[in-house]
């Protein structure tokens, strides 16, 4: 069976932009922009644009 076009990577994987952000990523946008400092809770985070 083979596989459908969509799912094969063309020599060095997908080049494509994530829209969704790690938990991490979005804590670092919010540090930057001073949104979030230490000891803030980690869940309930505002959205954040990714770069």
Do not use: A
């Amino acid at each position: 069976m083979s596989q459908h076009p969509s799912f094969k990577t063309g020599g060095g994987g997908i080049q494509m932009k994530r829209n969704v952000m790690k938990r991490y990523e979005r804590i670092d946008i919010l540090k930057k922009s001073k949104k979030w400092k230490e000891g803030d809770h980690v869940y309930g985070l505002p959205k954040t644009k990714s770069e």
